[in-house]
């Protein structure tokens, strides 16, 4: 809740401190698919190769962005205000953790294409992970899961009530992520994975 609470102070901020500048609020929702890629380790005697799995999900997201002076620049701020429970070593593991809190600071270039309004933009995203849930002692863990995102837009002229509808796609390349573990008396092994986001939404919002 943190995360909201700080984006809607920080969607006040704007408000308050853009006179010359235009703040857009939207929102949208659509489609995510999640890619994890996890690396090969030895537990003892007994080896692991690296396994990749897949998850896919609806979510939505809100947004608010302002524009930088007279560019075609905007700096934005995402929040997606739902959580998810994610397995660490296949959907048959018992090892598992809660992903929450998940918001991408970004900067958005928009391009008038004459029918339409075309855009890409480059971000950070981070979210916390909760506490591994595992039938192995967790000894240490990574507590949160960053990436760099690139998306590119589609963006409709004005709509009803000022409204304007947006098409987009975004890929996110998350960090290296780690649990350190025992298990049974063993030695401690980190077990490491990272992965990678492909969404594609359609969002409504307006310009103030």
Request: charged share 20%; no cysteine; net charge negative.
């Amino acid at each position: 809740m943190k995360k909201l609470y700080s984006f809607i102070f920080g969607a006040a901020l704007l408000f308050s401190t853009s006179a010359h500048s235009d703040v857009t609020l939207g929102l949208k929702v659509g489609h995510g698919d999640l890619e994890g890629s996890s690396k090969s380790y030895t537990a003892g005697l007994n080896a692991y190769a690296s396994q990749t799995a897949s998850k896919d999900s609806m979510f939505g997201a809100i947004f608010a962005e302002l524009s930088l002076g007279d560019t075609n620049v905007s700096a934005g701020l995402e929040y997606v205000p739902l959580d998810a429970d994610i397995s660490l070593d296949g959907k048959n593991s018992s090892s598992s953790a809660n992903i929450e809190d998940y918001t991408t600071a970004y900067l958005l270039y928009m391009h008038d294409a004459g029918g339409a309004n075309v855009y890409g933009k480059l971000g950070y995203s981070r979210a916390d992970i909760g506490t591994v849930k595992s039938g192995s002692v967790v000894n240490s863990q990574s507590s949160e899961l960053d990436g760099i995102m690139v998306g590119v837009g589609l963006q409709t002229q004005e709509l009803a009530n000022d409204f304007v509808g947006r098409l987009e796609f975004t890929y996110t390349d998350f960090d290296d992520i780690s649990a350190t573990t025992t298990s049974n008396g063993s030695t401690s092994v980190k077990k490491t994975a990272d992965g990678e986001l492909i969404t594609i939404t359609f969002g409504l919002s307006k310009t103030f």
